[in-house]
């Protein structure tokens, strides 16, 4: 059963959209999405002097006429996409619950696998888990499988450390195929750590989308005044402190500062950025925000 | 606006100690967060220092507030202007003499009226008023501030009770009566006062010993040889050791050791010591009244039981003769009527009774029907004694299964009186005390006396003669009691401290016994003590005052309103909001 969110007509609409990517992979089928292969899509790309074997049919008979040469038109070819949706499964991600923030970055990755999917193409969910090896699905194609891609997520609860870098070399290992990547974390790492893990995307020559997910107390923390003891949610680690409102300013000025670090390598790094804050709609966020940054055509 | 309890506005000094629990860093609360990442660093700059930032929420503005008023009320603050119709009541009962640290409870009710007064206002007028005897005015009405305290240093402390009255209603009266704006009650009782009327408490509990009774008396009325009982009591929490004296004719007659246990009485008794006239019992303990240790005692009469017999039938009388230690003079009726009975100590009406109850101890034996004392009933053939008190000194060793009077009628009290000896038919033997006086009425004749002839009939005779005679020795008088010292106008009674009081014209009654000790009577020659003792325990125990509960009396004239009734109230509200405070305080839910 699709989650609360994915009404009638927020899928209906999720219908429409397709993914839009940077770059040109081989595609293993015919599909939407451009190749650097020659091919028989309706998209013009280059000339070429006739060989004996051409198919006549794309000569260009005007080229001929002015020129007495013959040339035949080159075509693009369109194949289909292979879009990797990683997840951050971390302890993190369950904070302030588990349904609160997690399910809420599910409910992103499977709106987007419903976009890949609906448009034939080919999505893979990928969860960035403690230790291990790493837990990934199958490739999915057609909107049916959708279902599976719900079940997979299900599946799955955010616990534990997670280390962005090795846990995406982990997963990146058994890559064979170039595509669209999505990640989806929180990002509250130093960012050495999500600076080491994107740049292993980029090596891989993926077309990297970023989506941050943070829930609203992460934001701004609704901690009591006085003496605290703080428990990572990762580590279990304590960490004691005298919260006030001096403290939660200094607090969401770095929380700021990090955010701003990390939209500014994406930027500088050709991924696409943008914020989800939890307690927003998720229609909203899909069908507005994302393509306002280009992941949609 | 002024303050009546201005003790209490000390409580702002204290207010700042509301900042402490603000101020003190919290046990910390346990929170777990998604990641520390951004606030290790924060965290290093805020530990290490014992106290936090001050934060002080609106509600601690709250708490001030209230905890302000409530200083306030407690400090009873009135609208009016200075009382100027003032009462000060000193209880100068014996327990004010109790030392607190080196001043007497009395000495410091003075020093604190006398702060009192300092604060009033030129105007003002004072009277003045001490508890014991009575409830009585000293010194002239509407003294002025200034004069007052002059009188109050005439003033001590008596050695007396405190009367069984009802101070709230008796203060409040005399508010009413007088019109006064302000009283205020100096005593050590506990308590509080409303409205016009200020209880003022004076020392705290206090461990105390006292003799709390003391007699000289002979072992039997024939004989010559003399006892002294005394009984220590503790009224302390602890147990106490002291030693007990017996003094004579300003010596040390006898000593011992007794130790009494928490809340205990202890009785110890001295023979074979030297007759004096009088005798004093001292406990050598250092506790906070020494007042009630010491008491004091007269030798009994050493002469013998001198008996006025009246009776139509004098023969059976005339064998009491064969008793050691009487003296018998029998009289009939009609003579008893011409010339009295002066000089004798007990009267026996035998088969007769007089007009009015004698002011001696008396016997009435069969009496008539027409006496004061009982209702007759009709006569009884050789009755059988069913039932008698136990213990009671006149049962004491009589077998009642042989007492067998040939003759005898049921008695019954025609007031008051208490049966000591029942036939099936109703009392056969009538006992009662009236002002001092002992008085018994026997339905059946125990004379003659027969000795060992009869001997269930002689030992109750001899029992009843004892009864008698122990009544004649006495316990001494009480410190207030009036003493019949049969004094007539002109003579002298000198007090125990020394000072010499003319008895007037119409004195029947010697009343001015405030302190304990001996009252001498100057009778010409003849001089006779009579010895008088603080005789309530609860002056002696220092330890559990009664409470006083005064009435809230409204002032007569002046105050406005006063915010003291509300004090309750704001106390409520304060710990409300603390706990208010304490749930907004809570830690918020977590994941």
Known sequence: ?297 | MEFLNPTALFGIFLLPLLLVPYLVRRAPRRLVFSSLLFLRELAARSLGRPWGKPHLPPIFFLQLLLLLLLILALGEPVLSIRPLRIAIVLDNSASMQALEEEKSRFELARERARDLLRGLSANARVDLYLTVPALAQIGDKGLAPGAAPALMGTLAPYDLGDRMVDYGEELSRLVQEKGYERLFFFTDHPGRGGGAIRLVTIGRPRDNLAVTSFRIARLSFASKQQEARIEVTSFSAKEEKVKVTLKGGGRILASRALTVGARKSVATSFQDFPAYPAYEAEIEVDDALALDNRRFAVAPPSGALEILAISPRPQALYSLRSIPGLSLQVISPEAYERIGSEGHSLEIFHFSAPSLLPRKHALFVLPPVENPLVAVGRPISRPTISGWREPHPLTRYVNFALLRPPYARPLKPLSFGESVVESPDGAVAVGLERQGFRYLALGFDPFPYLGRENLPMSIFTLNLLEWFNEALRGPGAATGEPLDLGARAGETVISPGGEKLIVGESAALFSRTFFQGFYELARGQRKEIVAVNLQDAKESDLGDPAPIELKGEPAASGSGFSLFAFWPYFLLASILLLFLEWFWGRPAAQA
């Open chain 1, 1 to 297: 059963m699709l989650p609360a969110p994915f009404t009638a007509d927020f899928i209906s609409r999720l219908e429409a959209l397709r993914l839009k990517t940077r770059k040109q992979f081989l595609g293993s089928r015919p599909g939407s999405y451009s190749s650097p292969r020659r091919g028989t899509s309706l998209e013009f790309a280059d000339y070429r002097r006739y060989s004996p074997g051409d198919d006549i049919r794309y000569l260009d008979w005007g080229i001929f006429a002015r020129s007495d040469r013959l040339y035949v038109k080159l075509f693009r070819e369109e194949v289909d996409l292979f879009a990797y949706l990683f997840i951050d499964a971390s302890g993190s991600m369950g904070f302030p619950s588990p349904a609160a923030k997690f399910s809420r970055a599910c409910h992103v990755a499977l709106a987007l696998a419903y976009v890949v999917l609906a448009n034939h193409d080919h999505v893979k969910l990928h969860l960035l888990q403690q230790g291990g090896a790493p837990v990934a699905s199958p490739f999915y194609r057609g909107r049916h499988r959708i279902m599976d891609c719900i079940d997979f997520v299900s599946s799955s609860t955010p616990s534990g450390p997670v280390e962005m870098a090795p846990a995406l070399a982990e997963h990146l290992q058994r890559l064979r195929r170039p595509g669209k990547a999505i990640l989806l974390s929180d990002f509250l790492m130093a960012p050495a750590s999500y600076q080491q893990g994107l740049n292993l995307l980029r090596a891989l020559n993926l077309d990297i989308s970023v989506i941050q997910v943070l829930a609203r107390p992460e934001l701004s923390p609704p901690f009591p005044r006085g003496g605290l003891a703080l428990v990572d949610s990762e580590s279990r680690a304590e960490l004691q402190i005298q919260w006030g409102g001096e403290l939660r300013r200094e607090y969401g000025e770095r929380l700021e500062r990090h955010n701003r670090e990390l939209k500014s390598f994406c930027h500088q790094s050709g991924i696409h950025y943008s914020l989800f804050v939890t307690d927003g709609e998720l229609d909203e966020f899909v069908l507005e925000t994302l393509p306002t940054i280009g992941l949609f055509k």
